[in-house]
Structures are given as structure tokens and as C-alpha cells.
């Protein structure tokens, strides 16, 4: 064997320079100076008194203040179900970039007055416009001319809305930056993906009538609740303004006192640019009767600065309708709340629904908007996909303005914008609010997420071009045609739509994260309701950006034919498929499409069904695979039960869309750069270590090689001369079921963390089958351990744990013996019901099969018995005589006498960290001196046995009498007890391993 060179001190200090150098590169590197200073001043400011309103509403607002003035300003507008402390991190960061940002809570949120209006002109809006009255006089604010401040306007979601509705409405906005927004809210909100006709799909305006959408139930239910249940009580955390304050402003009717409402909390978190997530994300329903308007007009009210008078002050003024308790509708004006009402129990909508809902999206005015205009959208975003930012694009573009569209990897199921997206939200407003820095253009930038991961997240390469192509290549985009196959297949809607597949569950990105590889795989597809067509594996990299499209022919089954009124409601989605059959959804996004009357006697329709909007790369040998169910949990599904044929259109093919570019933003990252550097240093640490592991591998003792374990002069010592194992031998032989007996802090666990590689001892060592044990030593792999508890992810079953864990383990499936580990636990079917379901004993014998998992030839249990009653200890004993028996050697630590006396047939016992005692339980047993003797006459025998010189410690116990012989043969103790006429049935040793435990402790405390 080559001669392992020494570690010579030089090679140490150089692979320490070179982390320490890494390392301090690193902080220099993220070292930068202090944010500038941000001023900010509370504000109580008037909106508009539209109709309906008895005054007009106060609304709640903060004005950030940077350290240069006058400035140009940014109005910031929160998501639905939010406040101005949404966006308080968004409205900083513009102010230390040098505007005047001013954050405020619409009405019915946060401590603002009035109802929900769902961005009404001449509610909402005409409240930004009021807003904008203000900038319009304030010294601070870059000024155009007379009551024309130079502003911006940007926000998320239900703000992104108001962002576009504002910019169409009050030509004083200068630029603005909506993001994860939409175009049309009852498209949104009851889409329908398929045509019938030549028409180029893609865009709302292409699609059918939405009073013939499915509609999106779960986002409008949440997106109802966070504001019926906002309520309108007074925050009573909130101090009144105090008088003279100069730092506050308030600028309200005067006489108008009432107080404003509660924040929802419906934003989780809180939100950057204002992007909405979690529960509190824009979405919902509900109409509004006003489809234009005066936006600016307040009726005449009268605004004055009237000190004191600030938002959650107490005192009366009227109340606001829709805020009694108990009232349903909470916040929102009684139309909305009834059009929701509609929508949500009959899932369908009326025209007038849907002439409500359009009336306040920002379809209404996108042709009078040619300000400069930013449009951010996330790829992860079922609740307002892509398509939504597409119409508002091609709108703007065709009015003549100015559109940039960028796609990030989040969105309301993936996560807020980031640091870099949000400073190019501020590079737009420098540019155009300012004339600073260089032109951000126009076009379409793409973020494309990778496999590869950088500092814990994907990695993410962002692809841009000078001009937007659009969404579904109705312009110039290039397609790439992608057959899929498979035969025409049945599939049935089960009465009431239930049970339901899943493709999403809605905000759930934004609580285990961005990453699509984590989201997409929440897609169930539930057997004989959906029907699979998949392409052949690809031959080079597929990049799809924007929206596939696919004609389907669709048939009824004569005689389960829908109901005309119905119509087919079926739901079409792309999954990327790998080559071992894992599926993910890209942007866990689906296209429901409602066919109006499918003919009676079965012939088919053709439809083109545009798939949802994604970018997302297909690699190599990978495919997709095109899916058609009858059900979405996510949707109000068709409610009587149909059946139908479906089957790709004959020469179709997925036509998917391939956006050109050029790569770039992030260039070369310093932190990766960084991190390159620091594992460099920690290579030259590593090869050196390695080599020393690769010495201690080969330690091999080929005398032992059938011995399960050995342990030699062990010992674990602590600092402050605390000493949990001293000096600790003994040698477990194969087929044995060993006890390592002692009390608590009889360094039982701290033997066996030591044996399992956990923890270096101080001294000795410890042989598994020949091998010395250290920690991440090969031999490890044999020995199946429970120490410390083990844990388990409650929603999944037992067997789904046990398969993830051995997945983990990196070794083959076939190797796992799953089925005899769960045999020899005896979980019977309880192994496929989920841990959340489990007993406490259910729990330790699924332990126990985690550590039988591969059929381990050494099994090391800590306390298996913890928390079980007497019938489940009593099972357990059982699984552990059965693993036994196979021929395998099992280790249990203990304080449970009873328990080890009747479990095992070897025992260890400690005490104090030492070794006490060692051997066969019955030898230990009998070493303690006791008989014990089954007579017909127990008191008599009794009374024989006290007579005899040294006999002690008589006991009666039923028909049973026990004794301490002191070193009197038993069988001179049965002479005499029979010459006294006792009939002695039985006759030996008292099998109580807990006297002879107390006495070896005893003796062992004594010295």
C-alpha cells in the first residue's frame, strides 16, 4: 500500500489563508454604504366622494421623503387585502433612490374610510387622482406646471390596476410600472382558453365571452374573504395625531370624523413592488355599476388642514354601509358582493356580471395610455398569468406608448420581485421621471429558470429582445411544432365534479418557495377523468416562452351527453416529463375551456385550446406530455355527470412558441465568484482530510470480520473534566439481542452516538464487523440506527416515508426491502395512512422500520420503548425477537429493567459512564443469590426457610415464596422443605433482573 504523506503544517495554513482570504473578499465585497437617509411624515389625506358616498373618504397615507428635495414622486398602491404597510419596504427604497414615494391604504383597507369598489373610476381611481391633486402642491415634488407634479405610479396586483386605470384616466402621470396585474378581471377570473373558429387564439379579446369562462373558484373565494372579512372596525392600535404636529399632515373635509378600518393582514408578509402573496393576493369577484365617469370630481367638499382630526381617531361621523356585523359583504359595496354571490354558487356569470367586471379593469382605458409604461408579470401565477400582461401590451402598444414587459420567475404562487427587479422598477422612473441614466427600451424580458442552483436558489439566466413578440405568436414568434400521441381516450366528470384533480393550490409558492421544481409537483391527475398524450423524448433543448397551443377533437358519449345549459367544461395543461416518468406543471398552471353544446349523438367538435402561458426550458430527452381532464379543484367544475371522447385534432401538434434573444442582466455574479474562491480553499483542506480518511478506511481487523461489534477502552470526555463514558469494553456476538442497561446519564446515548459515527470519542475504539468506526465510515451502511427519535412528514403515509428516506439514502429501490422492514414492524395497513393519523407506538414501530430499512446486519435502538403503553411494549418486544431471528444482531438501550429482562438474552449493564457488569441475562440474574420456590402450602414453607442459619429476605407471593440463600445450594433448600411435608412444584433462581441491577449499581456507588 502507498505510503498517505504526512500533513505537514504549511499545507494546513495554506488552505486556511486561503479560506480566511476568500472569506474576507466576501465581506469586502458586500460592504457598501449606509442606505440614505429616508424621512417620513404621516397623512391623513381626502379622496373623491363618489356616488354613493356620504363625504368624501380619508384616507390613510405615508409620504417618504429622500435627502435631496424637490423631487419627482412615485405613488405606491398596495395589493388587495393590504395597507400602505404593505409596501412601506418598496416605498423606502424609492425615496433612497431619490424620489418623493408616497404610500397610502385604498379605501375599505388599512385605516382608510369608505367601501371596496374594485378600482372604480370614480371611486378608487378618482381617490389616486385626488392624490394626485395633492403632489400638485407640495414644495418637496418636482412640478410640470400648475397642478401637474411630475409623477409615477406604480404597485402589485389590485395596485398594478390602479397603476393602469390611473395612468388611463389622469394624464398628469408621467410613467408607471404595474406588475402581476391584469387586463380583464372577469377574463381573470372566469377564463375560457378555447375557440372554435379561425380567430388567432392567445388574448382575451380572442377568446369567448367570459359569461362562458369556468370560474377560478378558489382565488375568488380568497380573494372575497380578505375583504368581507376586513370589517370596519377602528385599529385600536393606532395613536390619534396629535395636535401641532408638523410632521403630519391632514388634509380632509372638515366636520367629516369617522373612523377608518382595519387591515386585512391579507397580504402574507408583506410584499415588494407591491406583488401580492399568500393569502391575502388579489383575486375575487363581484361588479361594479359604474362604467365611467368623472374621476376627479369630489362634489364640491371643501379640503382643509384640520389638526387633530387623524384616521382611527375616536368619534362618530356616519357609519359606512356594509359594516354592521355579522353582514357578509364586509367591506365591499353591495353590488360586488352580490355579483360574487352569483358567481360563486351557480359558477356562472350573467352578462351583466361580466359588463361589471369589465367596467372597472384597466381594459377600459389602456387605449388612452402613451405614457412610458413597465409591465412586470410572474410565471408562476395562476391566479393572473401571462396573458393578462400580453393584452395590456398589445393595447398600450397599439395607443401609441411606450411598453417594456419583463417575466420573473415569481408571482402570486412564486414570490415577490427581487432585489435587482426592483431596482430596475426604479431605473424606469429615473429615466423617465428624471432624464437619468440610459434608456431601459422597450421589448420583452424574459427570466428563465435553470437546474443548476447558485447560493441555495435556481440559477436564472434572464433573455431579452428589442421588440415584444407577443404571447401566442400571433405576430412574429417562431413555433416549434411538437407531436404528441396517444389514442382517443374517455374520460368521465364524476356527478358534482368530485373528487378533483389538482394543479395548484393557490399562494401555496409563497410558503415553501419559489422553485417551480417544488410547486409543479403538487399536480394530481385522478385516474378515468383525465386523458395523457405524450411527445416522444426531444432531441435537443426546447425553450417554450408564451403560450402552446393544440386542437382537440371532443366528443360526447351518446347517452352522457352534458346538459346544454352546461356545456363541456374540461381543463388542458403541458407537463415536462423526464425520462424515469416525473412530471412537472410549469407554473403549476391549467387552461379551462368550456365547449357550449357538444352534439348529442357523439360527433366530434374541434377547438383550439391555448395552453397557459409559461417559459420553460425542456431539455434533452425529456418530452411533454399533454393532459385533458374533466375536473380542477382549483375551478367550479361541470356538476352532472358526462362523459367524453378526447383525442388530438388528426395532423395536429403542440405548437409551441420560441422567443429568440439575447442573454442579459447578472453577467458574473460576485457572490458565485466568491463562492468558487472559498471552495478552493476548502479542496486543498479537503484532498489533505481525505487522505487521512482514506488511511483510517483501510484499518481493518480481519479477526473480527464476523463479530457485529466490538468495543475497546472507549471513552468520551467533555470540557470541564465531565466524563460520559470511561473506559468502556464489550463484545456483541451475532444472532444476539444485547441490553446496554443503566440509569439516565449512564452514558448509554453518548455510547451509542459514538458508535454510530455522530460524535469522535475521546479514546478507544469501536469495531463494526472488523472496521473502526469514524464518522462517514463506509461500514456505517450496514448498521440500521434509531437514536434520539426519528421524524416523519405528517400529510404523507408511513410507506411514502419509508420510501423517501431510503430514496435519500442514495442506494437502489430493490435494495430497500420495504415490505419484509414492514412485516417485521407489524404496521399491517396502517403503514399507508398518514403519520398525522399514527399513535405514538405507531410512530416508534415506523421508527423501527426506518431502521430496518435494507435489512441491516447490525440494528442500534435508543429507548425504542419511549411513550408506549404495556400492549404496545409488548408488541415491541415482539418485532425485536422477530428481526432477531433472521440472524441479525440487535443493540437496545434501556432503563426499563422489566423490559430488557424480557427482550433480550445478552446484557451491558453501565452506570456512571463505566461498565459494570456484562454477560448472559440469566447469568446476571443468578448471580444475585435469590431462589424462588412454587409450593402447595406457601406460609409453611415460609416459616421452613426463615428456621434455616443464613436464609433471608422471605417473601410470599401467592403460591410463590422467595429467598436470599446467601450462597445455600437450592438444592439442600429443597431437601428441607420437602422433609417438612412443603410440595414443591417448582424450584429457581428469582429471575428479577432489577435486584440484581440495584445491587451491581449499589456496589459499584459504594467504591
Same mark, same amino acid.
Given at each position: 500500500?502507498?505510503?498517505?504523506? !504526512? ?22 465585497? =458586500? ?21 354613493? &358616498? ?12 429622500? $435627502? ?26 424609492? +425615496? ?6 408616497? +404610500? ?8 382608510? $374610510? ?12 378618482? &381617490? ?55 387586463? &380583464? ?56 395625531? /396629535? $395636535? ?32 401580492? =402573496? ?63 354571490? #352569483? ?25 388612452? @395610455? ?10 408562476? %401565477? ?110 368521465? =366528470? ?29 399536480? @394530481? ?27 382537440? !377533437? ?25 425520462? %424515469? ?73 403542440? #405548437? ?21 474562491? @472559498? ?17 483510517? +478506511? ?13 468495543? #475497546? ?10 466524563? +460520559? ?75 411514502? =416515508? ?40 405507531? !410512530? ?56 430488557? /429482562? ?52 422471605? $417473601? ?37 433482573? /432489577? &435486584? ?12
Amino acid at each position: 500500500m502507498p505510503r498517505i504523506p !504526512r500533513l505537514q503544517p504549511r499545507w494546513l495554513a495554506a488552505g486556511l489563508v486561503a479560506v480566511l482570504a476568500a472569506a474576507g473578499g466576501l465581506v469586502w465585497l =458586500n460592504s457598501g454604504d449606509d442606505p440614505a437617509e429616508v424621512k417620513t411624515r404621516e397623512l391623513t389625506l381626502a379622496g373623491a366622494q363618489g356616488p354613493g &358616498d356620504a363625504a368624501p373618504v380619508r384616507l390613510d397615507a405615508t409620504l417618504y421623503l429622500p $435627502e435631496v428635495t424637490p423631487a419627482p414622486a412615485v405613488i405606491v398602491a398596495h395589493g388587495f387585502g393590504g395597507s400602505k404597510q404593505s409596501v412601506d419596504g418598496d416605498a423606502r427604497e424609492l +425615496a433612497q433612490r431619490g424620489f418623493v414615494a408616497l +404610500a397610502y391604504s385604498a379605501r375599505g383597507f388599512g385605516r382608510s $374610510e369608505g367601501q371596496i369598489s374594485l378600482n372604480s373610476r370614480q371611486h378608487e381611481v378618482a &381617490d389616486a387622482s385626488k392624490l394626485v391633486d395633492w403632489l400638485g402642491e407640495q414644495a418637496e415634488v418636482t412640478q410640470d406646471g400648475d397642478d401637474d407634479p411630475k409623477v409615477g405610479v406604480t404597485g402589485g396586483s389590485y395596485g398594478g390596476s390602479l397603476s393602469l386605470l390611473l395612468a388611463g384616466t389622469d394624464k398628469r402621470v408621467d410613467a408607471l410600472a404595474p406588475s402581476i396585474t391584469y387586463n &380583464d378581471l372577469s377574463q381573470a377570473l372566469l377564463p375560457n382558453s378555447a375557440t372554435t373558429d379561425d380567430t388567432v387564439p392567445g388574448t382575451p379579446a380572442a377568446n369567448a365571452y367570459a359569461a362562458d369562462g369556468v370560474f377560478k373558484r378558489s382565488w375568488a373565494g380568497i380573494f372575497f374573504a380578505s375583504g368581507a372579512g376586513g370589517g370596519g372596525l377602528a385599529d385600536p392600535t393606532v395613536d390619534a395625531v /396629535e $395636535e401641532g404636529d408638523e410632521d403630519d399632515d391632514i388634509d380632509v373635509p372638515a366636520g367629516n370624523t369617522g373612523t377608518g378600518g382595519t387591515d386585512s393582514g391579507g397580504e402574507s408578509g408583506g410584499t415588494d413592488s407591491g406583488t401580492d =402573496n399568500g393569502a391575502g393576493s388579489d383575486t375575487g369577484s363581484g361588479t361594479d355599476s359604474d362604467t365611467g365617469g368623472d374621476t376627479g370630481s369630489d362634489s364640491g367638499a371643501a379640503n382643509s388642514a384640520t389638526a387633530g382630526a387623524g384616521a382611527g381617531q375616536p368619534g362618530g361621523g356616519p357609519s359606512q354601509p356594509g359594516q354592521e356585523a355579522g353582514n357578509p359583504c364586509g367591506k365591499f359595496r353591495p353590488e360586488f358582493c352580490a355579483a360574487y354571490a #352569483e358567481v360563486a354558487t351557480t359558477g356562472r356569470a350573467s352578462q351583466q356580471t361580466v359588463d361589471l367586471l369589465q367596467s372597472v379593469s384597466p381594459m377600459q382605458v389602456t387605449k388612452n @395610455i402613451t405614457q412610458p409604461t413597465m409591465l412586470v408579470q410572474g410565471e408562476q %401565477d395562476t391566479l393572473f398569468g401571462l396573458d393578462q400582461a400580453d393584452a395590456n401590451a398589445r393595447q398600450i402598444a397599439e395607443a401609441g406608448g411606450k411598453v417594456k414587459v419583463v417575466w420573473y420567475t415569481g408571482g402570486h404562487d412564486g414570490g415577490r420581485p427581487g432585489p435587482e427587479l426592483r431596482g430596475q422598477i426604479a431605473d424606469w422612473f429615473d429615466f423617465h421621471l428624471r432624464g437619468q441614466g440610459s434608456d431601459p427600451g422597450e421589448g420583452l424580458s424574459y427570466a428563465v429558470q435553470g437546474a443548476l442552483r447558485v447560493q441555495g436558489a435556481p440559477s436564472v439566466r434572464t433573455v431579452s429582445t428589442g421588440t415584444y413578440p407577443g404571447l401566442n405568436g400571433a405576430d412574429a414568434t417562431e413555433r416549434r411544432s411538437v407531436p404528441v400521441f396517444g389514442p382517443e381516450q374517455t374520460i368521465v =366528470n364524476p356527478p358534482g365534479g368530485n373528487p378533483a384533480s389538482i394543479s395548484s393550490l393557490p399562494g401555496l409558492g409563497s410558503i415553501i418557495g419559489s422553485s417551480s421544481r417544488l410547486v409543479g409537483r403538487v399536480s @394530481i391527475d385522478l385516474p378515468g377523468q383525465a386523458a395523457q398524450f405524450q411527445s416522444r423524448p426531444l432531441q435537443s433543448q426546447l425553450l417554450i416562452a408564451g403560450a402552446s397551443t393544440v386542437r382537440l !377533437r371532443v366528443a360526447a358519449v351518446p347517452g352522457a351527453a352534458p346538459p346544454a345549459t352546461e356545456g363541456a367544461v374540461l381543463f388542458a395543461k403541458l407537463y415536462d416529463v423526464s425520462a %424515469d416518468g416525473t412530471r412537472i406543471l410549469p407554473g403549476s398552471a391549467v387552461s379551462p375551456f368550456r365547449i357550449p353544446a357538444l352534439p348529442a349523438d357523439g360527433s366530434p367538435v374541434e377547438v383550439t385550446v391555448t395552453l397557459p402561458g409559461i417559459v420553460r426550458p425542456i431539455e434533452t430527452d425529456r418530452s411533454i406530455a399533454l393532459v385533458v381532464s374533466t375536473t380542477d379543484q382549483a375551478y367550479a367544475p361541470a356538476t352532472q355527470a358526462a362523459a367524453y371522447r378526447v383525442a388530438v385534432a388528426e395532423g395536429a401538434a403542440v #405548437e409551441a412558441p420560441v422567443v429568440s434573444g439575447t442573454r442579459t442582466g447578472n453577467g458574473l455574479p460576485s457572490g458565485p465568484l466568491i463562492g468558487i474562491a @472559498i471552495v478552493l480553499g476548502l479542496v486543498v483542506l479537503a484532498a489533505i482530510w481525505g487522505a487521512f480518511r482514506r488511511r483510517r +478506511a483501510t484499518d481493518l481487523d480481519p479477526g473480527l470480520v464476523d463479530v457485529p461489534l466490538v468495543i #475497546e477502552g472507549l471513552s468520551k470526555r467533555y470540557p470541564g473534566g465531565v466524563t +460520559a463514558v470511561d473506559d468502556l469494553s464489550f463484545r456483541v456476538e451475532a444472532g444476539q439481542v444485547l441490553g446496554l442497561l443503566g440509569p439516565n446519564g449512564a452514558g448509554k446515548t453518548t455510547s451509542l452516538r459514538m458508535l454510530m459515527g455522530l460524535i469522535q470519542p475521546s479514546g478507544g475504539t469501536i469495531r463494526v464487523f472488523g472496521h473502526k468506526i469514524y464518522s462517514g465510515a463506509p461500514v456505517l451502511s450496514r448498521i440500521g440506527s434509531f437514536v434520539e427519535g426519528a421524524g416523519f412528514l405528517p400529510h404523507l403515509s408511513g410507506q411514502a =416515508n419509508l420510501e423517501l428516506y431510503w430514496a435519500a439514502t442514495g442506494r437502489p429501490p430493490d435494495k430497500a426491502h420495504v415490505e419484509e422492514a414492514l412485516e417485521i414492524a407489524g404496521l399491517g395497513k396502517a403503514v399507508h395512512r398518514r403519520v398525522r393519523t399514527y399513535s405514538q407506538g405507531m !410512530r416508534q414501530r415506523l421508527a423501527i422500520a426506518q431502521a430496518m430499512l435494507g435489512l441491516p446486519d447490525l440494528l442500534v435502538l435508543d429507548e425504542p420503548t419511549n411513550g408506549l403503553d404495556p400492549p404496545q411494549i409488548h408488541q415491541m418486544r415482539a418485532v425485536l425477537r422477530r428481526y432477531a431471528s433472521t440472524g441479525r444482531t440487535v443493540v437496545v438501550s434501556s432503563h426499563l429493567l422489566a423490559e430488557v /429482562e424480557q427482550t433480550c438474552d445478552h446484557v451491558v449493564v453501565m452506570h456512571q459512564g463505566r461498565l459494570v457488569a456484562s454477560g448472559k441475562v440469566e447469568e446476571i440474574v443468578g448471580g444475585s443469590g435469590e431462589a424462588t420456590f412454587r409450593v402447595d402450602r406457601p406460609e409453611d414453607a415460609a416459616e421452613v426457610l426463615r428456621a434455616v442459619d443464613g436464609v433471608e429476605g422471605v $417473601e410470599v407471593e401467592g403460591n410463590q415464596v422467595h429467598a436470599d440463600l446467601d450462597g445455600l445450594p437450592r438444592a439442600e433448600a429443597l431437601a428441607k422443605l420437602v422433609g417438612a411435608g412443603v410440595a414443591v412444584e417448582q424450584a429457581g433462581p428469582r429471575r428479577r433482573l /432489577e &435486584d440484581a441491577f440495584l445491587q451491581l449499581v449499589g456496589e459499584e456507588t459504594s467504591r
